[in-house]
């Protein structure tokens, strides 16, 4: 058994007949994957069970089965009581699940399944392992529960491996990781359509989007790191791509030689504003992100909050990355 907490999380959907599960804010491919995954395999034990979501789900993860069972919803409104558990996937805060600052704690059970080393186990029960993904936390605790694994669920579970590890290249892509992805794969996960929808179907205004982002970029040579900071006018102008934060931050800004890591900075809604951090070294960006209200990996982390003034917004973030940026250089 890989998980002690399988069993007993297992325990806990038994006594329920109601469940809800979670997308965190701003949802990528590992929270949409790992919330899918478990859909099927607890509709199959025969429960009722909600998805829902503060934001819209990327429309290239639409060909996973069941993504029309996640639904958008006001967090700050929404009503727990009719439902007997509430499970909660890729978050490691409830802040980041919810997308509220300091939200109060529903009054129900509450199962924490995630990788982040930021966790703060918030739950009752607190699954939390710092493998690649929560994809890959999920796969063992299936294996733990003997789930027959149906090509969808494999490709589901995939999606968020290869996604999360971002095609394998994260530090915490373990060998767990490729024996877990080689045997989805023999399970029936379609590898092909995975590449095709994550990476090579992008929509053009993103693209351009990026082109803009890359105009945009600044290197701080002093303290080792590239950022961009993009204010809501033209975050609209192009579409709103929310999933280009992360994608650009993944794929172009942590790719800079010479740089430490890499700061990605959106105003996704007007005075608010949100960060990705990627790192290329063995740099801790968690502890910039955790300062600003955020959380994550030592090497892949994210935030947000709500400011007044975006170049004073702007400065506060670079303020504190400079910081922990002397820092580093003293050890």
């Known amino acids: 058994m890989y998980y002690k907490e399988s069993k007993l999380i297992f325990e806990e959907i038994k006594k329920a007949k109601k469940i809800l599960l979670n997308c965190h804010r701003s949802p990528d491919p590992d929270s949409v994957a790992s919330n899918l995954a478990l859909y099927q395999v607890l509709k199959h034990f025969g429960k009722e069970i909600k998805i829902i979501s503060s934001d819209d789900i990327q429309k290239n993860l639409l060909f996973l089965q069941s993504t029309e069972k996640i639904d958008k919803v006001d967090m700050l409104n929404f009503d727990y009581s009719s439902y007997d558990l509430f499970i909660v996937l890729?978050?490691?805060?409830?802040?980041?699940?919810?997308?509220?600052?300091?939200?109060?704690?529903?009054?129900?059970?509450?199962?924490?399944?995630?990788?982040?080393?930021?966790?703060?186990?918030?739950?009752?029960?607190?699954?939390?392992?710092?493998?690649?993904?929560?994809?890959?936390?999920?796969?063992?605790?299936?294996?733990?529960?003997?789930?027959?694994?149906?090509?969808?669920?494999?490709?589901?579970?995939?999606?968020?491996?290869?996604?999360?590890?971002?095609?394998?290249?994260?530090?915490?892509?373990?060998?767990?990781?490729?024996?877990?992805?080689?045997?989805?794969?023999?399970?029936?996960?379609?590898?092909?359509?995975?590449?095709?929808?994550?990476?090579?179907?992008y929509d053009f205004k993103l693209v351009k989007f990026w082109g803009e982002m890359l105009d945009r970029m600044r290197i701080d040579e002093e303290h080792y790191f590239v950022w961009v900071a993009i204010p809501f006018e033209v975050f609209s102008d192009f579409g709103k791509p929310k999933e280009a934060k992360s994608l650009a931050a993944n794929i172009i800004f942590r790719t800079i030689k010479d740089t430490r890591f890499c700061i990605v900075m959106v105003e996704q809604k007007r005075g608010i504003m949100n960060l990705s951090f990627r790192t290329r070294y063995d740099f801790d960006v968690s502890k910039i992100a955790q300062e600003l209200g955020g959380s994550g990996h030592t090497t892949s982390a994210g935030a947000w909050f709500e400011f007044e003034n975006f170049d004073k917004a702007v400065e506060k973030v670079l303020n504190v990355a400079r910081k922990y940026a002397k820092e580093y250089k003293k050890v």
């Not at 978050?91 to 704690?105: C, N, V, Y």
């Not at 992805?181 to 399970?187: I, K």
């Open 90 to 201: 890729d978050s490691s805060s409830l802040d980041q699940a919810i997308g509220i600052k300091s939200p109060k704690l529903p009054e129900i059970p509450l199962i924490i399944i995630d990788h982040h080393v930021t966790n703060e186990n918030y739950g009752k029960i607190n699954l939390v392992d710092h493998v690649s993904s929560t994809c890959e936390v999920l796969y063992k605790m299936f294996t733990d529960w003997d789930v027959k694994f149906t090509p969808q669920l494999a490709t589901i579970l995939l999606t968020g491996i290869y996604s999360d590890t971002v095609s394998y290249q994260t530090p915490n892509t373990g060998v767990d990781t490729f024996f877990i992805s080689s045997e989805l794969l023999r399970l029936g996960a379609d590898k092909d359509k995975i590449v095709l929808n994550l990476f090579h179907s």
